[in-house]
């Protein structure tokens, strides 16, 4: 199976949150937050302007990047987890 997002979406696929703090802390599960940073798995076509004009995206398949915290929503498929967003819930593209 394969994820197809319509319009502006983006399915991406979260970065594992980090295990240890820079000082060596390991923390526990329940205190690890939920990651900002994923891979774009797949983009969709673009969403369409009131004129019917089709808006290109600005992200492709293969980017990292930065997305709103609480954006989005997540999606099991098969073992894999993915997280669907709105082009505009993506803060940056990291380069």
Known sequence: MKLAPLGDRVVLK???????????????????EKPQYAEVVEVGPGALDDNGKKIPMEVKKGDKV????????????????FIIVKQSDILAIVK
């Open 66 to 81: 930065i997305y709103s915290r609480y954006a989005g929503n997540e999606v099991k498929l098969g073992d894999e987890e």
């Open 14 to 32: 979260q970065s594992d949150a980090e295990e240890t703090t820079k000082s060596g802390i390991v923390l526990p599960t329940q205190a690890k």
